[in-house]
């Protein structure tokens, strides 16, 4: 059951950036959505696992509040990118934090590489050079979608480095309830600065959005990532690009090349390494 909900979380969270591709709202106000529409079931969730959502310290808070806002920068750059790139790329580069993360530990923890990490860090680069390759030949508007995928990366490892700071004191739900009401605000006000339509006409897919990427899709990875080893977590998150390549291809008739593959398969297996070297990281919560 473990390894089930683990598997459909991933799956739920890759049919994310189909959604924010056929919501009638802009990319950015699909993320506030998705956001604001999960919050009172969040609600109802920390509160039937009988997590504390008061009584914090005030150091705690702003923490918690500078989390919420780096996270929101994650989804606004993400989304934006999702808009630009192929679905494959937008969701290989916004998981990037992973190999990331594991770049930024090396460097916080004073110390040299393993074999392991090296391979990690060449074959993201490879992979990623590849696929930056590819989109520039295709156009220059895929390329710049996968900067912002890449920079959705970045900030991600920021909002779980904040995180990290209180995610023992507050419960996994309450946490995501409280970083998530505080990226709204930020998320409203891009959109409205990019001059989004905010209010979609249609409903169904920003619904969508939200119920696979922040409530079966973080919901069965918060159920089920405390049993299984990093390998294991790694593998699985591979599951995530093989369904958008697939929904890509049969939604909007993205074509996969030889060279394409090759660079997928070069970032995915560095974050399978990723993984195995870093067991403190998740999969994206964006």
Wanted: with cysteine.
């Amino acid at each position: 059951m473990h390894f089930l909900a683990l598997l459909t979380g991933n799956v739920a969270l890759a049919l994310g950036p189909w959604f924010v591709r056929i919501a009638d709202s802009g990319p950015v106000s699909a993320g506030l959505w998705r956001l604001f529409l999960a919050l009172p079931l969040l609600a109802v969730f920390a509160r039937a696992r009988r997590e504390p959502m008061w009584g914090y310290a005030r150091r705690d808070w702003v923490i918690l509040s500078v989390a919420g806002v780096v996270f929101a920068l994650d989804l606004a750059s993400w989304h934006v990118g999702i808009e630009m790139t192929r679905l494959g790329n937008a969701t290989l580069f916004g998981n990037s934090g992973s190999v990331i993360l594991m770049v930024w530990g090396l460097i916080a923890l004073h110390r040299r590489p393993h074999l392991r990490e090296y391979a990690a860090v060449a074959m993201a680069l490879g992979g990623a050079g590849l696929l930056l390759g590819r989109s520039m030949e295709i156009d220059a508007r895929t390329f710049a979608g996968d900067l912002f995928c890449i920079l959705a990366g970045l900030f991600y490892v920021v909002y779980i480095l904040l995180v990290q700071n209180v995610r023992g004191r507050f419960g996994s739900w309450s946490l995501l309830f409280w970083s998530s009401l505080a990226g709204c605000p930020v998320l409203l006000a891009i959109a409205l600065a990019l001059g989004e339509p905010v209010l979609p006409q249609h409903w169904l897919p920003v619904i969508g959005l939200m119920i696979a990427s922040q409530i079966i899709g973080q919901g069965l990875l918060v159920y089920s990532l405390g049993h299984f080893p990093p390998l294991v977590i790694g593998l699985v998150l591979l599951t995530q690009p093989a369904v958008s390549i697939i929904a890509g291809w049969f939604a909007f008739g993205e074509v996969l090349t030889l060279p394409d593959a090759i660079g997928m398969a070069l970032v995915g297996a560095a974050l399978v390494l990723a993984r195995i070297a870093e067991p403190t990281t998740e999969g994206k919560e964006a």
